[in-house]
């Protein structure tokens, strides 16, 4: 079976009554299941916008919800495919209205290509 052939699911009633008291922490809801499957088809597909990157974590690094210095990243960058190191976190916003993870002089650069 392929990833995308799963279809989206739905918790029953039944199902719900049932495990209405059951620590939630050992129950998988629909929504959640949903939510796994989602990430896996994005991670899956074989087209990846421009305006999204590939993160690579450095070891230590947490911070789900940006980069941090030393994470590897591949990606599009003011109009450059890269793959690259991130250099700096406080860099103060352009005029041009881009934020520091999306600034070149920001990166370590391994492999550029105009594009």
């Given at each position: 079976?392929?990833?995308?052939?799963?279809?989206?699911?739905?918790d029953?009633?039944?199902?719900?009554?049932?495990?209405?008291?059951?620590?939630?922490?050992?129950?998988?809801?629909?929504?959640?299941?949903?939510?796994?499957v989602?990430?896996a088809k994005?991670a899956?597909a074989?087209?990846?916008?421009?305006?999204?990157?590939?993160?690579?974590?450095?070891?230590?690094?947490?911070?789900?919800?940006?980069?941090?210095?030393?994470?590897?990243?591949?990606?599009?960058?003011?109009?450059?495919?890269?793959?690259g190191?991130?250099s700096?976190?406080?860099?103060?916003?352009?005029?041009?209205?881009?934020?520091?993870?999306?600034r070149?002089a920001?990166?370590?650069i391994?492999?550029?290509?105009?594009?």
């Open positions: 079976m392929d990833v995308f052939d799963i279809e989206e699911k739905e029953s009633r039944e199902k719900l009554e049932a495990l209405a008291n059951v620590d939630t922490k050992n129950i998988l809801y629909a929504e959640e299941f949903n939510a796994v989602k990430s994005k899956a074989k087209f990846i916008p421009t305006t999204e990157k590939f993160v690579f974590k450095l070891p230590g690094n947490k911070d789900e919800n940006g980069l941090e210095v030393g994470d590897y990243v591949i990606g599009m960058i003011e109009g450059t495919f890269i793959i190191q991130f700096q976190k406080n860099v103060l916003e352009t005029e041009e209205g881009l934020n520091h993870e999306n070149l920001n990166y370590i391994i492999l550029q290509k105009e594009g």
